[in-house]
């Protein structure tokens, strides 16, 4: 899979993977491809730095940590999770989003269930009406999260901020 900085005729900038080059030129010929903001058809790649993978990573890769809640009833207020000021209409400061993706993260994990390993499978069961829908949390192979995307099982990957896994 490559992920291609793309840019259409109006300007607006966005980013999306492809399978290789020969799927992106055959998407975008077939106007499969449209800008998220305008809806042009018109798209063209950016210029972008390139990503090289590591090789000193072992073990299983897995996606990151996932969460679902089908029915969510709590909303996390930013300003009091963080014991910040109200930043409404502020710029938010790298320290400050990451204070917020930080609190938003530890709020979920704290009020789902931990389902470890099982996550895709519990996601499944409870999308067909096979078990009882409760806010979960856990990790999913990167073709379990196809396969829920597949299903229509909606869910949201949990940042991890790469100063917490130090």
């Known amino acids: 899979m490559i992920r291609f900085a793309l840019t ?6 966005f980013e999306s993977w492809f399978r290789d080059n020969a799927s992106f030129d055959g ?4 106007g499969l491809v449209e800008c998220p903001v305008c809806g ?3 798209i063209g790649k950016a210029i972008m730095a390139p990503h ?3 090789t000193d990573r072992t073990g299983r890769i897995k996606a990151a940590e996932t969460a679902v809640d089908p029915a969510p009833k709590r909303a996390l207020a930013p300003a009091a999770a963080t014991g910040s000021q109200d930043i409404t209409n502020q710029p938010l400061t790298d320290k400050a989003l990451r204070d917020l993706v930080r609190a938003w993260r530890q709020h979920v994990l704290e009020t789902t269930d931990p389902v470890g390993d099982r996550f895709a499978d519990e996601a499944l069961k409870m999308h067909h009406g096979e078990i009882e829908h409760r806010p979960i949390h856990g990790s999913a ?3 379990d999260a196809r396969m829920l995307i597949e299903e229509g099982v909606g869910f949201q990957p949990l940042p991890i901020l790469p100063d917490d896994r130090n």
């Open 8 to 13: 259409c005729d109006a300007g607006h900038g």
């Open 27 to 30: 998407q975008v010929a077939g």
């Open 40 to 42: 042009s058809v018109k």
């Open 52 to 54: 090289v993978a590591r």
């Open 141 to 143: 192979t990167i073709e």
